[in-house]
């Protein structure tokens, strides 16, 4: 059916057919028949999930429709960006299509409701599966650190892990956290605060896609020391644009797709020999497949997310990837996906 009605879809600018997703899974109808495979089953710290497929942070940004996502069949949920206080974000349009490339552009800015009405609709709608909560500072912080520690403190208990974002290229000089130094404080100041009120979440860290493969062990080693233990891989680009096609590649704001889908599988690769099997990975960009999950996981990821994948395959993609994923496994004699991570 969506391959239907997606040319209709696209009528609409991007940022309005996302607001009409978000009503529309407001009504928790989902006429989806969901498939679940055994050899998909995987274990995300202490819980079971039924696959190791996501949805990205940025889809749910204000956390109103988390539950509807588990209903879609995926793994696990990760809602945000949410900032201290409310705010509105860049000014509009801020979100393209490339449709020729498979890929977004966006700008938004952090946009989303606040830390406040975000506890609010999450204690409102208890988690029905795994929920992950992405944090980052306010646009005109005068204190990031500080933003960081006051979303903490209000959302550590709500979820399963909280995302440190540090990687999105529409806040302007927030990529200066992977700098070791700024990047040792932030996480040594979250560490202090978790261990002064007794919170036993585990901190995920979001990183960038643009990032020189030289500086790679230093950052490694930083997440090694703060006891990080996930890594989402990747965020954004604000690169990667020579072989586009669509003429909004010109465009300000952060990639993602296809287009970013290789620069990905590298960095993952990198980081996997890195933390020697002490950090897991979440692998994100380009996935919209079955086989281009699969290279995240033989790249070494042990979960994967998605965002942009579902904009151009629509709702079913779970199903879509579970199913290849699984005919892939079975053809390899695979019992778990868990036995590929890192195998490439």
Request: charged residues 25%.
């Amino acid at each position: 059916m969506f391959e239907k009605i997606r040319s209709l879809i696209f009528k609409f600018d991007p940022e309005t057919a996302h607001d009409l997703a978000i009503k529309a899974l407001k009504t928790n109808i989902v006429p989806l028949k969901l498939k679940k495979y055994d050899c998909l089953k995987v274990k995300f710290f202490d819980k079971e999930i039924t696959n190791p497929i996501g949805i990205a942070a940025g889809f749910d940004k204000n956390a109103e429709v988390f539950n509807s996502l588990f209903n879609l069949g995926f793994g696990f949920v990760e809602v945000g960006t949410i900032t201290p206080e409310p705010q509105f974000g860049n000014p509009k349009p801020r979100v393209f299509r490339l449709e020729e490339d498979e890929a977004l552009i966006n700008r938004l800015g952090f946009n989303n409701v606040g830390s406040k009405i975000a506890v609010k609709n999450i204690k409102h709608n208890p988690p029905k599966g795994l929920l992950g909560i992405n944090i980052g500072p306010n646009k005109d912080s005068k204190n990031r650190i500080e933003d960081y520690l006051k979303c903490f403190r209000v959302l550590n208990d709500l979820g399963n892990y909280i995302t440190i974002n540090i990687s999105s290229p529409n806040t302007e000089d927030l990529r200066n956290f992977h700098n070791p130094n700024e990047l040792d404080e932030l996480l040594s100041a979250l560490n202090i605060e978790k261990n002064k009120i007794g919170s036993k979440i585990n901190f995920a860290v979001k990183i960038a896609p643009d990032l020189e493969l030289k500086d790679l062990d230093l950052i490694g080693n930083i997440l090694l020391k703060q006891s990080v233990k996930l890594v989402i891989i990747s965020n954004t680009s604000d690169g990667t644009r020579n072989n586009l096609i669509n003429i909004n590649k010109f465009e300000k704001g952060g990639l993602s797709g296809k287009p970013i889908e290789e620069r990905s599988n590298i960095l993952i690769q990198e980081f996997y020999k890195i933390f020697n099997k002490k950090i897991k990975i979440i692998g994100v960009g380009g996935v919209d497949s079955g086989k281009s999950a699969y290279e995240k996981f033989i790249s070494g990821a042990s979960y994967i997310q998605l965002y942009t994948g579902m904009v151009y395959q629509g709702p079913n993609i779970v199903n879509i990837i579970s199913e290849e994923l699984n005919d892939i496994l079975t053809s390899e004699g695979v019992n778990n996906i868990e036995e590929i991570t890192g195998s490439k």
